[in-house]
């Protein structure tokens, strides 16, 4: 099992630019969530998606777009690229937040600068 | 909402040493508190949690402990190994409905030969 992967590892845009992180999971979790990491404020959510077909805002949702495409994808959407925007891209799955563990896997993490 | 605040934001112990890492949560719903080991360049990756009908939990050199009622919990590592050099992020959330973790800011762990 590969886990969670995540596309692309590094991209650089200019600011005003479009583009989609891709996330995909084969461990048939029904959760899936969008964090970024920026220095000295450890992982804040994006959005999430606690089940295939619906998807909820988190701490910090503005300037992004998300769409849980299937029960494996969720990519998120940076519709107008800002330099507040550089940071690192965490996508996680976990089987579902409802029980009394919810142990999230992440992927690697993309690099994202805008200039 | 939560809100979790993570202490301190750096640590340098000697090999061998101990290492204590503690967070305070605000919500008195939450409970269910992992901790999370971030290496360099490297996802974060879960090492141990807790859930709030226990006080205490071990596994091998490191344990987590709760105190409910001052609504703060704490990781403890021992006899520190370079390898447990890393960024530690603690995190709290309610398991009743589709709650979100919340984690602290991180704290990084460096263990000096």
């Known amino acids: 099992n590969a886990g969670v992967t995540q596309t692309p590892k590094f991209q650089v845009l200019k600011t005003g630019q479009s583009m989609t992180l891709q996330c995909a999971q084969d461990?048939?979790?029904?959760?899936m969530y969008w964090y970024r990491q920026d220095p000295g404020m450890g992982l804040r959510l994006i959005y999430y998606?606690?089940?295939?077909?619906?998807?909820d805002k988190g701490e910090v949702p503005n300037g992004y777009n998300v769409s849980r495409l299937n029960k494996r994808e969720f990519s998120l959407r940076l519709e107008s690229a800002a330099p507040s925007q550089t940071s690192v891209y965490f996508c996680?799955?976990?089987?579902?937040?409802?029980?009394?563990?919810?142990?999230?896997?992440f992927g690697p993490g993309t690099r994202l600068t805008v200039l | 909402g939560e809100n979790v605040e993570q202490h301190p934001s750096t640590l340098s112990v000697q090999e061998g040493d101990s290492a204590v890492i503690k967070c305070t949560y605000s919500?008195?719903?939450?409970?269910?508190f992992p901790w999370y080991k971030q290496e360099l360049g490297k996802r974060p990756q879960l090492i141990i949690d807790?859930?709030?009908?226990?006080g205490e939990k071990k596994d091998q050199r490191i344990a987590v402990t709760l105190n409910k009622t001052a609504k703060h919990f704490s990781l403890h590592i021992t006899e520190t190994q370079p390898e447990d050099s890393a960024v530690y992020f603690c995190?709290?959330?309610?398991?009743?409905?589709?709650?979100?973790?919340?984690f602290g800011q991180g704290t990084r762990l460096t263990i000096n030969p």
């Open positions: 807790i859930r709030s009908n226990v």
């Open positions: 461990m048939n979790h029904n959760s």
């Open positions: 998606s606690a089940s295939e077909g619906t998807t």
């Open positions: 919500d008195s719903a939450s409970n269910y």
């Open positions: 996680a799955s976990s089987i579902t937040p409802y029980t009394s563990t919810d142990t999230q896997y």
């Open positions: 995190a709290a959330k309610n398991i009743q409905g589709a709650q979100k973790l919340v």
